[in-house]
Structure formats: structure tokens, C-alpha cells
């Protein structure tokens, strides 16, 4: 076997694969309902419920997200059990969905700009108002907005949802 074979072997699933397959568990008609209400109950601050690692270790293949990770990951699955069937759809931005559901622009803002302690908060905030909508958008991006700990490419993603979110916005007559 050459380095590059064992390396491909090793390599850790990317962020898109991950939340497929996340998306593909949660989903599924045979997932367990005691699971997906347990992931739709929790919140930060409490214990990671069984039904995220059970998610996890049994749906995703890959070893538990680094500790420090856990509550964004977990809040990803919340989301996803929140809005339910339907949840992702990878065509169409985050900042779209919250335009034309008429999200608030000085809530985007706070979201944007929240500091590590409260993102996740706000973050679910958005997540209901877009359920209570009916709106689906691509987790790609909200794994990336959650996950992302640089602050250069925390902007970039910022950047990228409030252009969507503009472009996307009602014309004003």
C-alpha cells in the first residue's frame, strides 16, 4: 500500500459527507422517533443526549467529533430533526431562506456578529423561525458557520450569507 492509498484510507469524511449523511439518518423513515425527539429536546448547555452519539457512531461512520466540536454538531442534529423531512436543500443558501422568509435584518446581524457563548443560541433561533416557515436550506453551510473557528474564513462565510440574503430580499417599491 503507498502513502497516498493508506492516507485516502485515514482521511477524515469532509464536512458535505458528514452532513449527508446526517441528513440521509435523521431523515429516514425507520429512524427511531424516540431518537429524533430526544435530538429535537435538547439544548446548549444540557448533556449530549445518547440518540446524538447513537447518530453518530451507528449513521455517520467516522469517530466522535473532537469534544470542543460536540455542542456545534449537536446542534446541527437538533436543526435537522427540528425542520424535519425536506430539511436540506443544497441549492439553496442560508442567507436566501432567511431573506425570503422575511427574517429580520437586525437578527441576522446579532448572528453574524454573536460571540462564541451565544451563537449557537441564536443560531437556533433562526433554525425555528425558518421551521416555523416551512423553509429548507443547505446544512452545508450552517455546519461551516458553526464549525468554523478562523476568523478570516469565519468573515468569508458571513460575507457569502449576507450577500445571499441581500440578493434575496423583497424589492422595495
Same mark, same amino acid.
Request: hydrophobic share 45%; net charge negative.
Given at each position: 500500500?503507498?502513502?497516498?492509498?493508506?492516507?485516502?484510507?485515514?482521511?477524515?469524511?469532509?464536512?458535505?459527507?458528514?452532513?449527508?449523511?446526517?441528513?440521509?439518518?435523521?431523515?429516514?423513515?425507520?429512524?427511531p422517533k424516540?431518537?429524533?425527539?430526544?435530538?429535537?429536546?435538547?439544548?446548549?448547555?444540557?448533556?449530549?443526549?445518547?440518540?446524538?452519539y447513537?447518530?453518530?457512531?451507528?449513521? #455517520?461512520?467516522?469517530?466522535?467529533?473532537?469534544?470542543?466540536?460536540?455542542?456545534?454538531?449537536?446542534?446541527?442534529?437538533?436543526?435537522?430533526?427540528?425542520?424535519?423531512?425536506?430539511?436540506?436543500?443544497?441549492?439553496?443558501?442560508?442567507?436566501?431562506?432567511?431573506?425570503?422568509?422575511?427574517?429580520?435584518?437586525g437578527?441576522?446581524?446579532?448572528?453574524?456578529?454573536a460571540?462564541?457563548?451565544?451563537?449557537?443560541? #441564536?443560531?437556533?433561533d433562526?433554525?425555528?423561525?425558518?421551521?416555523?416557515?416551512?423553509?429548507?436550506?443547505?446544512? @452545508?453551510?450552517?455546519?461551516?458557520?458553526?464549525?468554523?473557528?478562523?476568523?478570516?474564513?469565519?468573515?468569508?462565510?458571513?460575507? @457569502?450569507?449576507?450577500?445571499?440574503?441581500?440578493?434575496?430580499?423583497?424589492?422595495?417599491?
Open positions: 500500500m503507498t502513502h497516498a492509498d493508506h492516507s485516502q484510507l485515514t482521511a477524515e469524511p469532509s464536512l458535505g459527507t458528514l452532513i449527508a449523511k446526517m441528513v440521509d439518518a435523521i431523515a429516514a423513515s425507520h429512524y424516540g431518537d429524533h425527539a430526544a435530538l429535537r429536546r435538547w439544548a446548549p448547555g444540557q448533556p449530549v443526549p445518547l440518540a446524538f447513537r447518530l453518530w457512531l451507528r449513521h #455517520l461512520g467516522s469517530d466522535l467529533p473532537p469534544e470542543s466540536q460536540t455542542p456545534a454538531w449537536m446542534t446541527l442534529a437538533w436543526g435537522l430533526a427540528t425542520l424535519g423531512e425536506g430539511a436540506h436543500d443544497p441549492r439553496r443558501p442560508l442567507g436566501q431562506a432567511l431573506a425570503e422568509s422575511q427574517f429580520a435584518e437578527r441576522l446581524e446579532r448572528l453574524l456578529s460571540p462564541e457563548e451565544v451563537r449557537l443560541e #441564536l443560531f437556533m433562526a433554525v425555528r423561525f425558518l421551521a416555523a416557515k416551512g423553509e429548507s436550506f443547505d446544512w @452545508r453551510e450552517a455546519a461551516s458557520v458553526l464549525l468554523t473557528t478562523d476568523p478570516a474564513k469565519r468573515e468569508t462565510l458571513h460575507r @457569502r450569507i449576507a450577500a445571499a440574503f441581500y440578493r434575496h430580499q423583497p424589492q422595495e417599491s
